[in-house]
């Protein structure tokens, strides 16, 4: 866990960002560049498309919970109505129980992976499996439970399609970029404004302190991008603020053979 909190906030864009600070920083002192820029530029160029950004990336996440819930909680309606209908077996139910743990199974693993997209064929194959295995015990059920499995059903793979959509659409590739290379330019904006500052008395302390400053600043911009980047995926589980998809899943316990 504390690997993972470190990797979030430092890695090598933090290295090249504080790198490229301090030379900035020494080259405009050297060469006495005296730029005066407004910090509000800051805010208006970086910070507020930076915070969208993140915002829009957390609330991806938020949806994405709820929908997985609602994933799981379709399974279970699924095979809690199937089981009520009268002449069903055990066996049966067995049948459709393991056939919807498959399922469960794939939408994880195309989560938790890049570059999946046949992965998650295979779980819309498993639909149509779902939907013959229901169908064979079609002479069972009355109109009424007949509507209610194929709806359920239909809305449990719906919640799978919704969640991903939530995987490969993520906020707009174009702001984060945008975002990175505003990152990336702003020791030049901010660190000319420090060098003005900076008088002849106690020349020594004021090149510390406004370094630092320059530095911090540095830092803090690119953590928050690399925090957006790594909630920008709330399924992979390389993030701390991913979805803990190992506690949402339907778990064999929860099947009737567990109670």
């Known amino acids: 866990m504390t690997s993972n909190a470190l990797s979030s906030v430092f890695n090598f864009r933090v290295v090249l960002i504080l790198i490229e600070t301090v030379i900035i920083y020494f080259l405009y002192d050297y060469y006495q560049i005296n730029l005066k820029i407004d910090f509000t530029i800051m805010s208006i160029a970086i910070v507020f498309p930076l915070v969208f950004s993140i915002t829009s990336a957390y609330q991806r996440r938020q949806e994405a919970i709820n929908i997985f819930a609602e994933f799981r909680n379709k399974i279970i309606d699924l095979t809690n109505i199937f089981y009520a209908v009268e002449k069903i077996e055990k066996d049966d139910y067995d049948k459709l129980y393991r056939v919807l743990m498959e399922a469960q199974e794939i939408l994880i693993d195309y989560l938790k992976k890049t570059n999946t997209t046949k992965e998650f064929h295979a779980l819309r194959q498993k639909r149509k499996s779902i939907l013959i295995l ?126």
């Open 134 to 259: 229901i169908d064979n015990y079609k002479d069972l059920f009355n109109e009424r439970e007949k509507d209610s499995l194929i709806r359920v059903k239909n809305e449990l793979f719906l919640t799978a399609e919704k969640i991903r959509g939530i995987k490969i659409h993520g906020t707009p590739i174009s702001l984060r970029k945008y975002c990175l290379i505003f990152i990336y330019l702003s020791p030049l904006l901010y660190n000319s404004q420090l060098i003005v500052a900076r008088t002849t008395v106690g020349a020594d302390l004021e090149i510390i302190i406004s370094l630092l400053f320059s530095l911090v600043v540095s830092f803090v911009l690119m953590a928050l991008y690399n925090v957006q980047d790594y909630i920008e995926n709330p399924f992979d589980q390389k993030g701390l603020d991913d979805l803990k998809i190992d506690e949402m899943e339907v778990n064999q316990w929860e099947s009737l053979n567990e109670a």
